[in-house]
């Protein structure tokens, strides 16, 4: 069991670290500056990563009453915005791309600091047990040493190197993509019978409520035109996964329980995610096909 931890730690280190250098290697400092200086457009996607989502998460492990392995994922989840997958799910509903990208990555960046705190201070208020609590210092310097060195490695060298940056990036979100199925599979592998107990449970009607209500809150507070509200929401549903399995494996010592719970959840986050990118994508398509007819009218 020592040995499958050691390995687990090891591949989750890997998929932190390549999935933040690909979204510095993605990234340009045109870019940054185009989104960022919306500044409406972020203050509310800010606002609604990191104030609006993890009061959502913890509302609803309380509206679902979540026994407290499952409590304390959604803390950890809810906690930690701007998934890597967002930004596919922005792609995959064919929206504002470029906002997407850039307000996933800063949301990234800015968790990797806010991630520890928060998740403690909600697992704290929830009153889960006199044991249950994160070493918040710890944990700030791991996840951002993980997270933001790699992505400032990532964007200078796009910034001095383009085409050496683009040629790594192959090889960087490749191997991501890789070490995150491989982190899946090893929360799956090390808590099946609790991911397979889960189903049909409150923790996935409690995911998908959730993942439903972030799309929806983000939509709406968000600024500017269709393409880019859509984008602001699609980032906001799933969980930047990386900082919750570190918490994980630094203040659980890899609880089965957790991780089983911590597992589905992501799942129903991603599912969530793509039927609503798939709606959007659809519904892009039919306003496209009838604009020639109606597009001055509608």
Not at 82 to 93: D, E, I, N, R, S
Not at 231 to 251: E, H, K, M
Not at 272 to 287: K, N, P, Q, Y
Request: glycine content about 8%; charged content about 10%; hydrophobic content about 55%.
């Amino acid at each position: 069991m020592d040995a499958f931890q050691a390995i687990f730690n090891t591949v989750l280190i890997v998929f932190i670290v390549t999935t933040m250098l690909s979204a510095g290697f993605n990234t340009t400092f045109e870019q940054v500056t185009a989104v960022l200086s919306k500044a409406s457009l972020v203050a509310a996607v800010v606002v609604v990563g990191f104030v609006i989502r993890p009061m959502v998460g913890w509302g609803t492990a309380e509206l679902f009453s979540l026994a407290t392995p499952a409590f304390i994922a959604m803390a950890l989840l809810w906690a930690c915005p701007g998934a890597p997958f967002g930004a596919k799910l922005v792609m995959t509903a064919d929206a504002d791309i470029q906002s997407g990208a850039v307000l996933q990555v800063m949301l990234a960046s800015i968790g990797s600091i806010t991630f520890a705190p928060t998740a403690n201070a909600i697992i704290s208020a929830a009153d889960l047990g006199d044991d249950v609590s994160l070493p918040v210092g710890d944990l700030i310097r791991t996840v951002a040493a993980l997270q933001l060195i790699p992505f400032a490695v990532g964007i200078l060298t796009r910034h001095w190197a383009e085409e050496r940056a683009l040629e790594w990036n192959q090889f960087a979100l490749k191997t991501s993509s890789i070490t995150f199925l491989f982190v899946l599979a090893g929360a799956l592998l090390g808590s099946w019978q609790t991911v397979i107990d889960l189903v049909g449970s409150a923790v996935i009607l409690a995911a998908i409520v959730a993942s439903a209500a972030m799309i929806a809150i983000g939509y709406v507070v968000s600024t500017g035109r269709s393409a880019t509200k859509q984008a602001a929401a699609l980032i906001q549903p799933c969980t930047n996964s990386g900082p919750a399995f570190a918490a994980v494996a630094i203040a659980f010592d890899n609880d089965p329980e957790i991780l089983g719970a911590i597992t589905a959840i992501l799942l129903f986050q991603i599912v969530v995610g793509l039927m609503t990118a798939s709606f959007f994508h659809h519904r892009r398509s039919e306003v496209s096909g009838a604009s020639p007819a109606g597009a001055e009218g509608g």
